[in-house]
């Protein structure tokens, strides 16, 4: 079974200052990781996803994430907050392979709320 | 290209009613999702077809939920009779296949309450 603990469900952050989302998953097979944001009232828009190859994932919006085997982790980060970052975010575990392998499970998300 | 269309945005009904929501999926994406995303937690998987084909359907509760996919493209979510649990945004989202390194695709939601 797999399963997503994203620690802090909200997280406030000034304009201009460092974003950092935390994300642990458990899975028994190698995973595939995603993250999502979900701005009010909207669905679910892919910001990055880590597959194989290399472990440190840029994605759209100046967002990147890396993946830490060791650690079970994939944190998402942004060197610098933009109010338009103001969102819901989710981190997500697919099963790299075996039965129902489309199935994403995801955390139960971070408010990022970004202060002026 | 167009995205995943979903509809009603919203709808409002009374307990013991029924309710059917309607997913337009991604032009030529195989796989189709249903999500139920509770207020405050992360979407949770109801329903997921291959084609027009159920792959895992593991976590719907079939006593009051049901859902098709006509000719491997649009999909309706049914809910009968409706309880106030249900109160929800459910979320449709489509997929070229099942393999795991494939994006999925999300429409913007219907967001039923029940009263």
């Known amino acids: 079974a797999q399963s997503v603990t994203q620690l802090g469900s909200h997280v406030s952050v000034s304009e201009g200052a460092l974003v950092l989302l935390r994300c642990n998953y458990s899975?028994?097979?190698?995973?595939?990781l995603f993250w999502y944001v979900q701005y009010p009232n909207q669905g679910l828009q892919l910001l990055l996803k880590y597959t194989t190859g290399a472990t440190l994932v840029k994605g759209i919006n100046g967002f990147e994430a890396e993946f830490k085997k060791s650690e079970t982790s994939f944190h998402l980060t942004k060197p610098s907050a933009h109010m338009s970052d103001a969102a819901e975010y989710f981190c997500?575990?697919?099963?790299?392979?075996?039965?129902?392998?489309?199935?994403?499970?995801f955390g139960q998300g971070t408010i990022l709320t970004v202060h002026p | 290209e167009a995205g995943v269309a979903q509809s009603p945005r919203y709808k409002i009904i009374e307990k013991r009613q029924s309710v059917a929501f309607w997913c337009n999926p991604i032009?030529?994406?195989?796989?189709l999702y249903w999500y139920q995303q509770i207020l405050g937690q992360g979407p949770k998987l109801l329903i997921q077809f291959q084609n027009n084909g159920v792959v895992d359907d593991s976590q719907l509760p079939k006593d009051r939920f049901s859902a098709e996919r006509l000719k491997g493209v649009d999909s309706t979510l049914k809910i009968q009779p409706a309880k106030l649990e249900d109160s929800a945004v459910y979320l449709c989202a489509s997929s070229l296949g099942d393999r795991g390194r494939e994006t999925q695709y999300f429409g913007p939601g219907t967001r039923l309450l029940v009263l």
């Open positions: 899975s028994s097979v190698p995973p595939y």
């Open positions: 997500a575990v697919k099963r790299a392979g075996g039965t129902s392998y489309g199935k994403l499970t």
């Open positions: 032009s030529g994406h195989a796989t």
